[in-house]
């Protein structure tokens, strides 16, 4: 079948190819995105919208640094459905080892040009009356945000031409479609998230499951986007299952709550022991929540590297075709910042963030 052409075209529709194909579009190049079902679907309307600044390594709290100012910028353009609201993370200690773990982040923050605040056991009930008494303290970073980011998604990509069709092969500078169809760019970027595998069986990227629930209309029952301490610490659990507290506010007034993780479950069905153990530990912080009436469940799956860190850079061996996948937790945090190192890369321009730091080839089993 005769090719289709286009300056770039993006493979995936969620919040980084999103993302990439604004940024694309801004350079005043056109645009097709490639999307096998909808936009702003899959782990992005999954995800829980926060946009954060994280600081596991220094490469992530650069990435996201970077990226949550990228949001920032765009705030005064961004329509109302997107639902942006500057909650604040609020990192809460449940006792006194927690609380002293975190006792330099301030100072750590600061020296970055992010504001943090550390709380002690009164200034965290004056923040979150509705947290458990007894809480040691916590840590705040309170310019971090929240958005919807399935609308957001929509928003970034307007102006790119959307093709609906499942790709069977990318090959450097085009693909081709289940259909048959042949589409041919001068740049592809895959922003498949997990499923980037598919296409590109090297790459160490897994994907982990992870269960959301979502309850009736509380307004005001929650201040900031909650996260206990020990998030972390189970967020790179080498076990195959962890949850950990984490509860975040919507503009709606009702409450998202999070987390669990899974390594080696295929099966995206909702499965009742996680979602307990999930619920009984948002309990144990907030005990309110027993009292609430939950609407929803559901889940998805994040895309793992095993560094924690995306993959932005050439697909090894390839001089047109790029990698936009791996962000695990942070992809609608860092869609912007990895839209920006791939253009940048693509235009051959220096920029703010290290790109070797993400590049593909970190990986052994990356390497040409």
């Known amino acids: 079948m005769k090719a289709n052409t286009a300056d770039v075209i993006v493979v995936g529709a969620g919040i980084v190819g999103a993302a990439c194909a604004r940024a ?8 097709t995105i490639v999307e096998r079902d909808l936009v702003g679907g899959g782990a992005t309307a999954a995800g829980m919208g926060h946009v954060v600044v994280m600081d596991d390594s220094e ?4 990435l996201t640094k970077r990226s949550r100012d990228l949001w920032d910028s765009l705030v005064p353009e961004l329509p109302p459905e997107i639902e942006f609201e500057r909650r604040g993370t609020l ?7 927690e609380l002293e773990a975190v006792s330099g982040k301030k100072a750590h923050y600061e020296a970055r040009g992010v504001r ?16 458990r008494p007894g809480m040691a303290g916590g840590f705040l970073v309170p310019d971090d945000s929240v958005i919807y980011a399935p609308c957001a998604a929509a928003w970034l990509s307007r102006g790119a031409n959307i093709v609906r069709g499942t790709v069977e092969q990318i090959e450097d500078g085009a693909l081709r479609l289940r259909n048959g169809e042949r589409l041919e760019a001068g740049v592809v970027i895959c922003a498949t998230g997990a ?3 598919d296409l590109f069986p090297a790459l160490p990227v897994k994907p982990r499951k992870g269960h959301l629930a979502i309850t009736e209309r509380y307004p005001g029952a929650v201040r900031h986007q909650l996260i206990e301490l020990g998030y972390l610490k189970s967020a790179h659990s080498a076990g195959t ?10 503009a709606t007034g009702q409450l998202l709550i999070g987390s669990s993780r899974q390594f080696g479950v295929e099966d995206g069905a909702v499965e009742e022991h996680m979602i307990r153990r999930m619920l009984d530990r948002a309990v144990e912080y907030l005990p309110s929540l027993a009292g609430m009436k939950v609407l929803r469940l559901w889940t998805g799956f994040r895309a793992a590297t095993p560094d924690h860190l995306p993959i932005v850079s050439l697909c090894p061996g390839m001089r047109r075709t790029y990698l936009a996948t ?11 910042g990895t839209a920006e190192i791939l253009v ?8 703010v963030l290290t790109k070797q730091n993400y590049a593909a080839e970190r990986f052994v089993e990356c390497r040409v």
Request: proline residues 3%; glycine residues 10%.
């Open 344 to 351: 940048e890369s693509v235009m051959g321009r220096a920029g």
């Open 24 to 31: 694309f579009l801004r350079e005043g190049l056109s645009v």
């Open 241 to 250: 299952e962890s949850v950990a507290f984490n509860v975040q506010p919507r």
């Open 59 to 62: 490469a992530q709290f650069a």
């Open 326 to 336: 791996g962000h695990e937790g942070l992809g609608i945090t860092t869609s912007l």
């Open 195 to 197: 499923w980037a595998v």
């Open 91 to 97: 990192w809460v200690a449940a006792d006194g080892e």
């Open 116 to 131: 943090a605040e550390l709380l002690d056991e009164l200034s965290l009930r004056t923040a979150e009356p509705s947290l």
